[in-house]
Structures are given as C-alpha cells and as structure tokens.
C-alpha cells in the first residue's frame, strides 16, 4: 500500500506548471511552482513545518506548549495543521486587512485567532507584531514563532523548494521570480539556486506601500516608502532577517490594482484560481520582459489559492470599492479581456 502517514507528509513535491496564455508574447518559457497542492494550500505549510520541528529539536517547543505567531494565515493554516497531528495548541494575532475567509480557515483547524488594526506603527501596543510578542511573554509554556526572523522559515526552502525547482527543470532554471513578504521563500530557494549555478537571476515581487525595493537600491529605510495598500502576503513595513538582500538580482513593484486583475486573469485564462500575490508574481514577471531572452527558463512561485479570496478580486462590489473597476456596467471579466 502507498499512503502518507499524516497529512505532513503529503507537504511538498509540488507540480511545475506551465502558463500559456499571459506569458504569449514573451519570448521564453514560463513555469509555475504551484505551491496551493500543499495541504494547507500554500507555500507556508513547508516554512511552518520546519520551525516547528527545529523548535522541538532544541527544546523550545515543548510538549502541551501553545503556539504563538503574528500571521496573516497562510502560516497560521500550516502551524495548526501541523499543532493538530503534534498535539499544540495555536493563538494566531493577525491584522484587520486580512480576509475573513482566512479567519474562518484558521479557526476552522482549531486554532484562536485575535484580530488587531493593521494601520498602526509596528512599535504600536496594538499592532500585531507588539501583541503577539506580549502574549508571548504572558502565556506560560509557549513559543512564539516569529517567521520573520526565524532562520528555519529560508531553510525549509533551501532543503525543499529550492531542490525540487533544481530537480525538475533538469538544472535549466535561468530565472527566479516570486513575492516577498517575511522573505523566507526567495532567500531559501534563491540561496540554494545560486548555489547550484551562479548565473541564475532571482528577482522579489514588492508591492507600493513596502520598503523592500528601495532598500535594496539605496541601502536607505525610506519610511516614506510606506503607506497602506491592498495586497496581501507580500511587501513589508520593517526588513525581517529572512530577506538575504545579496541573493536578490532586483525587485519589481506591483500595484493593488493590477494584482487583482492579473489575479483573475490567472483564474479566468489559465484555469489557475489562485490568491493575491499570484496575481503580484505573474505581473511582476510581464514587467520584467526585458530582461528574459529565447531560450530562458523562467519559474515564477504562486504562493495560496483563490478560496482565501472569493469576497474580494473575486467579486465586483469589492473591485468597484477600490476603484479598480470604474463604472457600474463593467465588470472584472471585462477587464480581463483586456
Ligand atoms: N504570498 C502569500 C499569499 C503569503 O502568505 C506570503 C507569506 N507572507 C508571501 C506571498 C511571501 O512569502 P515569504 O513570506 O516567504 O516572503
């Protein structure tokens, strides 16, 4: 008989996948690393996994302890699959701008989800970095997580997702294209990529309202660079540890509007239904033409799914609040069309 002994062990070994239609007038080929096969459906269940495990190996988790993390859901949905089959329990603090859907996922695995205001200072005692620090110090026998600075979050990339891209392109990978947000996915596939072939190119998707970009230009931390936006998942307020800025060629910025619309082009041209930053990623690739010749290979990672996203590009009122769509006659798939 061949099954997986738990859900954790169906984590990884994701498909490559070949976009057609929006990538058309570029002149290579591009893949996507589909991360949403993984059983929280994202990218994260890989991070989420191996913090956990480094924890256990040296003693900071222990067991009956509870799980402590600042997450906007997609760790949060792959700490508490993995807390369910090792017996931990999980508080997750996430920010007001999330969906509802992923604060109906999280505690529909169990976990206690506190939801704080996202437009404060990360210094503020109501942000969610300050409150899933305090509850950390406050909640006997705990651990908290903090992916942001967390070295195991880039490792779990470098053993895993990292190798699997090397492996399935047979080592003909010229191009490394992905959202950052905690940084943990482009510094641990990037690092294990260059390792393997210097000449590989690994570029960040940032979105407007984030420093990354900037900083990795300038070496200056430009708090004007910071203001709100929409996307989720990637861009940051502060320089988490996880980002290795040397592994990173440059960065794109894309905006709110062109994530959800490229997001439901992905959803409505290539069958693929997927989340916001995917929507980022593909963009991001499309801007960077330029830099991508005949025989390139490039693999772009397509963070979660769309299921987190239905309430929002997903749907017209929600697009029209924004001003992402104009007028009452039109609707996104109009847009997409275009
Ligand atoms: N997209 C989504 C949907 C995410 O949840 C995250 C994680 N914040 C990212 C992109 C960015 O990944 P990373 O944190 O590894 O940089």
């Known amino acids: 008989m061949d099954y997986a002994k738990n859900i954790l062990e169906t984590i990884g070994n994701t498909p490559l996948v070949k976009i057609n239609t929006l990538t058309k007038n570029l002149p290579c080929l591009v893949l996507s690393k589909y991360e949403t096969f993984n059983p929280g459906n994202s990218?994260?269940?890989?991070?989420?996994?191996?913090?956990?495990?480094?924890?256990?190996?040296d003693g900071r988790l222990k067991p009956g302890s509870t799980i402590i993390e600042g997450t906007s859901g997609n760790t949060g949905m792959g700490l508490a699959l993995a807390a369910i089959v090792k017996g931990y329990k999980c508080v997750f603090v996430i920010s007001d701008k999330q969906s509802k859907e992923k604060m109906d996922i999280l505690r529909a695995v169990g976990a206690k989800v506190i939801v704080c205001p996202t437009n404060v200072e990360p210094t503020d005692p109501r942000s969610y970095y300050s409150v899933s620090k305090r509850l950390s110090q406050e909640t006997p026998?705990?651990?908290?997580?903090?992916?942001?600075?967390n070295p195991s979050n880039a490792k779990a990339h470098y053993e895993s997702t990292g190798p699997e891209i090397w492996r399935q392109t047979n080592g003909k990978i010229t191009h490394f294209v992905v959202g950052v947000g905690t940084g943990g996915t482009i510094s641990g596939v990037g690092k294990y990529l260059k390792e393997q072939n210097p000449n590989i190119k690994v570029w960040g998707v940032d979105t407007y309202g984030s420093v990354f970009k900037k900083y990795h230009e300038t070496g200056e931390f430009d708090e004007n660079e910071i203001y709100p936006y929409i996307t989720e998942g990637i861009g940051e307020d502060i320089l988490p540890e996880n980002v290795d800025f040397s592994i990173i060629d440059g960065f794109t910025k894309v905006t709110d509007k062109d994530a959800a619309i490229y997001t439901q082009k992905l959803a409505k041209e290539e069958g693929m239904f997927l989340g916001n930053?995917?929507?980022?990623a593909i963009k991001g690739v499309l801007?960077?033409?330029?830099h991508f010749t005949k025989d390139d290979v490039v693999v772009v990672l397509f963070h979660d799914h769309g299921s987190r996203y239905v309430g929002k590009m997903f749907n017209d009122e929600w697009m029209r609040e924004r001003g992402f769509i104009e007028d009452e006659n039109t609707t996104a798939e109009d847009l997409v069309k275009n």
């Not at 026998?141 to 600075?149: G, K």
């Not at 930053?277 to 980022?280: D, E, F, P, V, Y």
């Not at 801007?287 to 330029?290: A, G, I, M, S």
């Open 287 to 290: 801007q960077l033409k330029e």
């Open 141 to 149: 026998n705990s651990w908290y997580v903090n992916q942001y600075d």
């Open 277 to 280: 930053s995917a929507g980022s």
């Open 43 to 57: 990218t994260k269940d890989r991070m989420a996994l191996k913090m956990i495990e480094d924890a256990e190996a």
